[in-house]
């Protein structure tokens, strides 16, 4: 099982880069950020990092964990521009670049920005059709593609990134569609939840991969939760009951039991966001007893 943070995109640059640093310094293998524009919240006028940028910035400035977007909405640039940011990013950190990928969900950065929002089967559509210009460009010598939504004509992409191939995450858990254009495309598959939820979403996922010919053993899965580490059951407690689903919490024996779970479900890889964590020396404190009395055995 491999263990990764993920700061807070809100969060300044420099605490954002002492966290990746200290992930790096304490052997966590991998830093994901999120790809937003503003908060998704009544008040937007919060601080929100880009986060290609910043990715960059980290593939430059910390030279062993993984990086990533987790994930970038497919809506906010074009796939041919975001295959080759992905490309130079590789480059840059000598490997280390994983390119999430969802369809986008947060409508009031697009209502803001002015891009174009669509259904949701607009943006599915549009995120299968983005898989194969970007899985195109980052392998062949030139790709043309002739789609609904992207049109390419013999489209170069050189320099050609560092990892071959470079991973493509799909990110999401809708069991239709996004699933099945997982089976289809995806080196690594991405989302949020308990144990519980990654083993039903697994299962999905396996059967859409028996649909298109896929060994399911072949995509690496990832998955995300809110973790409160804590001696209190009180504050275990509430923090269950606040969100049954999307949050991890327990002390270090429980917290072992539920990382267990996961693996026993089928995930490769806990991502551990700081959202709930408290000030960066906090953040520090938690991820260390984490990785000491949590992680340590499953390393």
């Known amino acids: 099982m491999q263990f990764s943070v993920w700061p807070r995109a809100s969060s300044?640059?420099?605490?954002?880069?002492?966290v990746a640093r200290h992930a790096e310094a304490t052997g966590w293998d991998g830093v994901?950020?999120?790809?937003?524009?503003m908060p998704n919240q009544a008040d937007t006028s919060g601080p929100v990092g880009e986060a290609w940028t910043t990715i960059a910035a980290l593939a430059a400035l910390v030279p062993r964990v993984r990086l990533g977007s987790l994930v970038s909405g497919n809506t906010y640039r074009h796939p041919a521009v975001?295959?080759?940011m992905a490309a130079q990013i590789d480059i840059v950190s000598g490997g280390r670049l994983t390119l999430g990928l969802g369809a986008g969900w947060q409508e009031n950065e697009h209502e803001a920005y002015g891009i174009d929002f669509h259904t949701v089967k607009g943006r599915l559509d549009r995120l299968e059709e983005a898989c194969a210009v970007i899985k195109g460009l980052l392998t062949n010598e030139v790709t043309t593609f002739e789609g609904r939504f992207y049109h390419l004509e013999n489209a170069p992409l050189a320099p050609k990134p560092v990892q071959q191939p470079l991973p493509l995450l799909i990110g999401g858990g809708g069991e239709r569609r996004t699933l099945r254009i997982a089976a289809q495309y995806a080196d690594h598959w991405n989302t949020w939840g308990t144990p519980e939820v990654l083993a039903h979403k697994i299962e999905v996922l396996r059967g859409h991969c028996e649909a298109v010919g896929r060994d399911p053993a072949s995509i690496y899965v990832s998955a995300q939760a809110t973790m409160v580490l804590s001696d209190d059951a009180s504050v275990v407690e509430r923090a269950h009951a606040a969100d049954s689903r999307r949050t991890i919490a327990g002390n270090p024996e429980q917290l072992r039991e539920i990382v267990q779970a996961y693996i026993e479900a089928g995930v490769d890889e806990l991502i551990v966001p700081d959202f709930n964590l408290g000030s960066l020396d906090e953040k520090r404190a938690t991820y260390d007893r984490f990785l000491a009395e949590v992680a340590a055995p499953f390393r």
């Open 12 to 18: 300044p640059f420099d605490e954002i880069l002492e």
């Open 32 to 37: 994901w950020i999120a790809d937003h524009f």
């Open 82 to 84: 975001l295959a080759k």
